[in-house]
């Protein structure tokens, strides 16, 4: 059974530092996506994955793949309050449904 | 594009009574996927359809759920009977083949009192 788990759970950080979440999956997937969840909002994708040592960027956020070790990390570079959210993995499972973590929520003080 | 549409966002209601929750995919999309989200269990999948047929409902906790899809541009998800158990955000995302990037609509925040 596919299993995919985030570190850590809950993360709270002050402005301008750097963080790193983790998420690692327990069996082979083709592709790693990660998404956003505002509070009381829907999720919103923000990578997708699809080869070993892919890496994408957007702003602040750089998210990685190493498939070999079965680990996404995204890195939170001189972070700000707007980026406040819970971050979800999710990797292929069996018939094509997404397999999820738990999300990581992330309060980022001023 | 309008995105994944859900209606209604809010839904109150007591014990015993239907819930027909309604999304409209993406056009062009041939995946939907209905989810439940509580702070206890987390994000949960119930149903899948690919080109409108369910390909996997084991997420569907009992036979009180009921989905169907009987076009390409819609769906529903019906709870009957409803009960408080059944409290929680109901999301809908489409994606345009399954092993594809998943987008969601707004959700639906469902009470059963």
């Known amino acids: 059974e596919l299993k995919v788990e985030q570190n850590p759970l809950f993360l709270s950080m002050q402005e301008g530092k750097n963080y790193t979440i983790y998420c690692n999956y327990s069996?082979?997937?083709?592709?790693l996506y990660w998404y956003r969840q505002d509070p009381g909002k829907s999720l919103e994708s923000l990578f997708v994955?699809?080869?070993n040592g892919a890496v994408k960027q957007e702003g602040r956020l750089m998210a990685s793949l190493d498939t070999k070790a079965r680990l996404s990390t995204l890195h939170i570079t001189a972070a700000v309050h707007d980026l406040s959210a819970t971050y979800f993995c999710?990797?292929?499972?069996?018939?094509?449904?997404?397999?999820w973590g738990a999300g990581t929520k992330l309060i980022i003080k001023p | 594009d309008a995105g994944v549409i859900q209606s209604p966002r809010h839904e109150v209601t007591e014990m015993g009574q239907e819930v027909t929750l309604r999304c409209k995919p993406i056009?062009?999309?041939?995946?939907l996927f209905w989810y439940r989200q509580t702070m206890m269990r987390g994000l949960e999948l119930l149903i899948y359809?690919?080109?409108?047929?369910?390909?996997?409902d084991s997420g569907m906790p009992e036979d009180r759920f009921s989905a169907k899809m009987p076009n390409a541009s819609f769906s529903t998800l019906k709870i009957q009977p409803s009960e408080p158990r059944d409290s929680a955000v109901y999301f809908c995302?489409?994606?345009?083949?399954?092993?594809?990037?998943?987008?969601f609509g707004p959700g639906t925040r469902l009470t059963v009192l």
């Open positions: 999710a990797v292929d499972g069996s018939n094509y449904q997404l397999i």
């Open positions: 359809f690919n080109n409108n047929v369910p390909i996997d």
């Open positions: 056009s062009g999309h041939n995946s």
């Open positions: 994955l699809l080869s």
């Open positions: 995302a489409s994606s345009f083949v399954a092993a594809d990037t998943q987008y």
């Open positions: 069996t082979t997937s083709d592709r």
